[in-house]
């Protein structure tokens, strides 16, 4: 069955400070994978996506993630946190070999940034 | 490029009632998926449909439906309403089949009493 692990309940960081949230998952073929983050009372935003090619991924406000095969980890990082980026991370995967488009998401990560 | 507009934003029910949400995708996205979203399960599938057929369905009962129309837009239902389903139901849209960019809507918020 696929999965999507986040160990980090809430991972707290001071500004200025690289940051890192951690994602490890499970699917029986190769996936593609999401990081979405989510402010209070909103819908979730898209960050970035890994589909193929290059491990290192760039995505919105700063954020990369890397894709590590051996580990089956995709771990979302900034060099440099911000205040504004306390929010729910949330990363998801997606089956490479399903013709749908249906998403398995992890249960979530507390960001709390500190001046 | 309008995003993804789900209505209403809120909405408070009574046990036993009926809801439905709506949801419109990004002009031109086919595909639009439902999501529950609960303090204690997170983000659990509901169901997807693209071209007015539903492609998969989550785990959940027969209570809960959708359907879409030949505009893509598309709607959930949920029938007598149990406090178990109060929640943030989340849509999202997608081009086609391959674009793998999910845009999701604000959600709607559904607290059942």
């Known amino acids: 069955a696929q999965s999507v692990a986040q160990p980090e309940d809430q991972v707290n960081v001071a500004e200025g400070n690289p940051l890192t949230v951690k994602c490890t998952y499970s699917v029986s073929g190769n996936p593609y994978l999401f990081w979405y983050v989510q402010y209070p009372n909103r819908g979730l935003q898209f960050l970035l996506k890994y589909i193929t090619g290059d491990n290192l991924v760039k995505g919105s406000y700063g954020f990369e993630a890397e894709f590590n095969k051996s580990q089956t980890s995709f771990h979302l990082k900034k060099p440099s946190a911000l205040v504004s980026d306390s929010a729910l991370y949330f990363c998801?995967?997606?089956?490479?070999?399903?013709?749908?488009?249906?998403?398995?998401f992890g249960q979530g990560t507390t960001l709390q940034v500190k001046p | 490029k309008a995003g993804v507009t789900q209505t209403p934003r809120y909405l408070i029910k009574t046990r036993g009632q009926q809801v439905t949400l709506s949801c419109s995708p990004i002009?031109?996205?086919?595909?639009v998926s439902w999501y529950q979203q609960t303090p204690g399960q997170g983000l659990q599938f509901l169901f997807e449909y693209f071209s007015e057929t539903q492609r998969n369905k989550g785990n959940f009962p027969g209570r809960f439906s959708g359907r879409q129309f030949s505009n893509s837009r598309s709607e959930m239902n949920v029938s007598t309403l149990e406090l178990g389903d109060s929640a943030l139901y989340l849509c999202a849209s997608t081009e086609t089949d391959r674009n793998y960019g999910y845009t999701f809507g604000s959600g709607t918020r559904l607290t059942v009493v």
């Open positions: 998801a995967v997606r089956d490479r070999s399903s013709n749908t488009g249906k998403l398995i």
């Open positions: 002009s031109g996205h086919r595909s």
